[in-house]
Structures are given as structure tokens and as C-alpha cells.
DNA sequence: CCCTCGCCCTGCTGGC
DNA sequence: TGCCAGCAGGGCGAGG
């Protein structure tokens, strides 16, 4: 499922064939996601040249000549399709460019979105008004973590993915961050040491790092005719492997917090 | 404010 | 082979 990495990687990979282009056409096959798109999607993005795309947390950013981004979210199963073959069942949204290339914006489970906001309001908006820093930026740093844990009872996993704390992490990532940096994802969020944190930055960083680089690889071999964006293989630690061993000797386990699975090593993550 | 929980959606998997 | 329950989960709102 599409994560920061993998939102990364579609921003780049989009960006060869969007960058500088006039976007000479737009249909819209179902008009609606998660939300429905914004009244005028169509007509304001029709004609339009793309001056730059841009990435915060998990959500895609097309920037315009007329001073409007389209804000995209992948949610659990959207994907860009370039140059496909034909439209299919869950292209949402295709994009033709001036030169002729074609984008489809594909989302079987539709818990994806489309938005347009104004470039310069776009800190303020909705989603983004209340989030915390980048996992890849400066501001995420040890002494974030302290002091946004700090006096705060619940365990530490849930927390990571609140985005108000750290923007961009889902399940998966902060799994294999909190197994790097050896930390229980049940432990409570105040009470974790700060050596503690001070290992687990640079575990989100270097899993979400690395991850981008192995999509990296593969979008070359993706943008392609009727190739897909979004989506590469990851050698993952602990996420689906439950039962696996884990490299410490242990076995990774599995359960349930706020509804969803947590995997983990109980014998390394203490 | 803090925390938990349930809902949205649909394709895929596993059990019978 | 066919059917169906269960699972995946980010964001958001409700409720304690």
C-alpha cells in the first residue's frame, strides 16, 4: 500500500512526464473518492501548465501556473497508470498532457482524494494546517519526540501515526522503525528512554530512505507503456512476517492496536 | 486535551 | 468449484 515512500516515488516519477506541461486534457470517469472532487476540477486544471510537484506526508502535490495545486492521496490502493493501454475500471481521473502523454489515476478501494487548494494557502489547509514536521526534515528530532511524548500514557506505536506528531509514517514504516530502534511498539509513549529516541529518528528515517531508493530503481523499470507508479517490492523486517524469525534469534509476533496490526519482535524490542 | 473505536471502500485470500 | 467472512488501513468524526 502506498506510504511516504511510495508517494515519493510517484511524485518523481510523475514529475517527467507533468513537469513544465500543459495539461491539454482532463476526464473524469467517477467523480468521487473518498470525497468528491472539487466543483471545477475539470475546467481548472484543462489548459494549465504544471510549474512543480511537491510532496507533504502522504499526499502528492501538482503545482499550477494559476496558482492552484491539486492535492492527491493514494489512500490504501491509488496508483498513477502512465501511458496505459486502455482506461480501466478504477481510473478515476485521466490526465492528457500537451505532448500527448497520459496519466490515470487509478483507486480500486477509493479511500484515496483529489483537491485543489491555493498554492499559497496551502499550509493552511484542512489536512496540513495541524501537522507535525517531515520524517525526512530537520524538525524531526529527538527532543520533537521527547517533547510531544512527554506525559503521555499511550504506546508509542499509535502515536507515531498520529500525523500531528510525525506527518507522513503509516503502519508499515513505523513497524520496521520501531523494530530498528529496538523499542516495544507497546511502550508507553512517556516513558521511553531518550537514548531510546535518539535511535528512533534516524530508524525512520533510514527505513523510509532506503525504501525510496529501492523505489527508485523500480520506477525505471515501471514508466513504461501501460506501466504503473506507486507500488514497489520491500524487503521489510517485521511487517507480514509474522512468525518469521527475526535476525536477533526471536520471532516476530503480531496484535492488534486501534484496530489494526502491529508486528514486532518481542525478544529485541524491549 | 487525551484516548479509543468504528466507519468508509472493494479486491483478495482462506476456509469450508 | 463456489460462496462468504475476514482482512487490509489512513483519515476523520463520535464519544467517554
Known amino acids: ?3 511516504l515512500p511510495e508517494v515519493e516515488t510517484t511524485v518523481r516519477g510523475l514529475a517527467r512526464y507533468l513537469e513544465g506541461e500543459r495539461i491539454a486534457r482532463v476526464a473524469v470517469n467517477r467523480p468521487d473518492l473518498r470525497r468528491p472532487f472539487p466543483p471545477g476540477l475539470v475546467q481548472e486544471l484543462t ?4 510549474t512543480a510537484m511537491g510532496r507533504r506526508a502522504k499526499y502528492g502535490l501538482i503545482h499550477t501556473d494559476r496558482d492552484r495545486t491539486m492535492v492527491f492521496h493514494l489512500g490504501m490502493s491509488g496508483r498513477w497508470r ?3 493501454e486502455r482506461i480501466e475500471k478504477h481510473d478515476h481521473l485521466v490526465i492528457e498532457t500537451g505532448s500527448g502523454h497520459v496519466l490515470a489515476l487509478n483507486d480500486a478501494r477509493r479511500f484515496g482524494s483529489v483537491d485543489l487548494v491555493d498554492t499559497g494557502g496551502l499550509e493552511q489547509w484542512g489536512p496540513f494546517a495541524t501537522m507535525g514536521p517531515e520524517p525526512l526534515g530537520e524538525a524531526l528530532t529527538p527532543r520533537h519526540l521527547q517533547r510531544t511524548f512527554a506525559g503521555r500514557f499511550a504506546p508509542v506505536k499509535p ?3 498520529d500525523q500531528r506528531i510525525v506527518a507522513g509514517l503509516g503502519n ?10 529496538r523499542i516495544r511498539p507497546d511502550r508507553e509513549a512517556g516513558r521511553i528512554a531518550p537514548a531510546a529516541l535518539a535511535r528512533l529518528v534516524p530508524a525512520i528515517r533510514a527505513v523510509l530512505a532506503e525504501s525510496i531508493a529501492a523505489g527508485g530503481s523500480t ?3 515501471y514508466a513504461q507503456p501501460s506501466g504503473e ?3 514497489f517490492a520491500s524487503s521489510w523486517q517485521v511487517y507480514g512476517r509474522e512468525g518469521d524469525p527475526c535476525a536477533c534469534g526471536g520471532t516476530v509476533a503480531r496484535f492488534a492496536q486501534g484496530g489494526r496490526s502491529t508486528f514486532w519482535c518481542p525478544k529485541c524490542q524491549k
Open 47 to 50: 489548459g494549465a501548465r504544471v
Open 229 to 231: 507508479l506507486g507500488y
Open 1 to 3: 500500500m502506498p506510504e
Open 159 to 161: 502515536l507515531l501515526l
Open 172 to 181: 508499515i514504516y513505523v513497524c520496521e522503525a520501531l523494530h530498528r530502534a
Open 82 to 84: 502512465i501511458e496505459p
Open 219 to 221: 520506477i525505471r523499470d
